[in-house]
Nanobody, 118 residues
Framework: QVQLVESGGGLVQAGGSLRLSCAAS????????MGWYRQGPGKERELVAA???????NYADSVKGRFTISRDNDKNTVYLQMNSLKPEDTDAYYC????????????WGQGTQVTVSS
């Protein structure tokens, strides 16, 4: 059974930093594409950052230059380094593991809350 466990969320002042981690188990992590999404109350879930199995990355325009996604295939873990945090970054952050080609799958973590105070 695939399990994604996020950690690292919390309360931070504007301008501060947090590092989110997502540990995967039960999957073939090295062939998975990974992503971090966020969602606030009454809002749609949006992509924050993604990294492919080959290491290619992409970011939402709102976080470019401030957030960095990375992965450690030996530890089956994906990270999101968040710097220069803003109050508008406050949301629940979710880890996603998926593969669009065979074997296809799509898994989500339970989420971790990030709150940035002004």
């Amino acid at each position: 059974q695939v399990q994604l466990v996020e950690s690292g969320g919390g309360l931070v002042q504007a301008g501060g930093s947090l590092r989110l981690s997502c540990a995967a188990s039960g999957s073939i992590f090295r062939i998975s594409d990974m992503g971090w999404y966020r969602q606030g109350p009454g809002k749609e879930r949006e992509l924050v950052a993604a990294i492919t199995s080959g290491g290619s990355t992409n970011y939402a325009d709102s976080v470019k230059g401030r957030f960095t996604i990375s992965r450690d295939n030996d530890k089956n873990t994906v990270y999101l380094q968040m710097n220069s945090l803003k109050p508008e970054d406050t949301d629940a952050y979710y880890c996603n593991e998926h593969r669009s080609s065979f074997p296809r799958y799509d898994y989500w973590g339970q989420g971790t809350q990030v709150t940035v105070s002004s």
